[in-house]
């Protein structure tokens, strides 16, 4: 089965956002924000090779009809291929975990790299039949990417340029062989610590959605300054604080809503608005239509 001409593959649970860029190249994504297992499956024959990044929590990729499992832990990565048998994704996604994957051609690919292919281990003439797993680190700079296409905010028009820009982008960064592999283009995301900070900072703010403390009291509790806070909260997941959390605050209140366990003004008080009305027009902003016209869309 060609990659480029499937659709996605989904279940009851859940499916992977799929952004194509190019013939022989796709943008996975997915996020379970949820508390339950979310298993994913899609189809990817033997010409192509996987690149998967777990930006938060834990995955296990299942093979074999659940004979062997190979874990993905947070801030890791795995390159997975195969040139003698398919390499079907089987994903279990762990409970508030998100991941990105590139999956790129083996023609695609060695093209990239023509060059200069016998940089790249398993594409030298000694491998390049041989199945080939190799996990790593993420680093600050490849994060700051990967959270940028899992939390893509912008216009969707531009959509398929902006991954195609960053995929790229990652790649270069995953096969950087220069010994600043891995400075971050901004200084001040060089230090893992202050990376740690921001991270810190988005676990706050969602904890704590329905009162969210001030910037200031924010840049206080992770012990940076406030204009370290906005610059580097926006440098990697791409949006200022509160944008972020709006965007959050929202996707929580469409799944409450679409439970049918509350009604729209429970669901408001939940995710921090003290008035109906004050809800109603947040959620008309983010997804163009009423709470009470979403529920009667999708019951």
Same mark, same amino acid.
């Given at each position: ?51 998967? %990044? ?25 390159? *997975? ?28 690919? /060695? ?5 200069? =292919? ?7 003439? $000694?491998? +390049? $039949? ?21 939390? %893509? ?5 531009? +959509?398929? *340029?902006? %991954? +195609? ?31 740690? &900070? *921001? +991270? ?54 469409? &799944? ?21 009305? /004050?809800?109603? =027009?947040? %959620? ?16």
């Amino acid at each position: 089965m060609n990659l480029e001409k499937s659709a996605s593959k989904s279940n009851a649970i859940g499916t992977f956002d799929e952004t194509y860029i190019e013939d022989g190249f796709f943008v996975l994504t997915c996020k379970n924000d949820s508390d339950d297992l979310k298993n994913l499956e899609r189809k990817i024959d033997s010409s192509y090779i996987q690149f998967h %990044f777990c930006t938060k929590g834990t995955a296990a990729f299942v093979f074999n009809q659940g004979n062997y499992t190979l874990n993905i832990d947070e801030e890791t990565s795995l390159l *997975l291929y195969n040139p003698q048998r398919d390499l079907p994704i089987n994903l279990e996604l762990k409970p508030h975990s998100w991941l990105v994957s590139l999956v790129v051609s083996i023609k695609k690919f /060695h093209g990239l790299f023509s060059e200069d =292919a016998n940089y790249v281990t398993f594409l030298t003439d $000694d491998n +390049k $039949d041989k199945k080939y797993y190799k996990d790593g680190k993420i680093s600050p700079s490849m994060a700051v990417v990967l959270n940028q296409l899992i939390s %893509f905010n912008l216009n969707n028009s531009i +959509k398929p *340029l902006y %991954f +195609k820009g960053k995929a790229y982008e990652l790649l270069s960064l995953f096969f950087n062989r220069s010994e600043d592999a891995d400075i971050e283009q901004c200084p001040f995301l060089v230090d893992e610590v202050n990376v740690a &900070k *921001l +991270k810190k900072a988005k676990d706050i703010i969602i904890a704590n959605m329905a009162e969210p403390p001030t910037l200031q009291e924010l840049a206080d509790e992770i012990d940076l300054s406030l204009k370290k806070l906005k610059e580097g909260f926006k440098q990697i997941y791409g949006d200022s604080v509160f944008s972020f959390l709006f965007d959050y605050k929202m996707e929580v209140a469409r &799944k409450l809503l679409e439970s049918g366990d509350y009604n729209v003004n429970e669901v408001g008080l939940k995710v921090g608005y003290s008035t109906g009305s /004050h809800f109603i =027009a947040a %959620f008309k902003k983010k997804f163009g239509t009423t709470p009470k016209k979403y529920i009667q869309a999708t019951s």
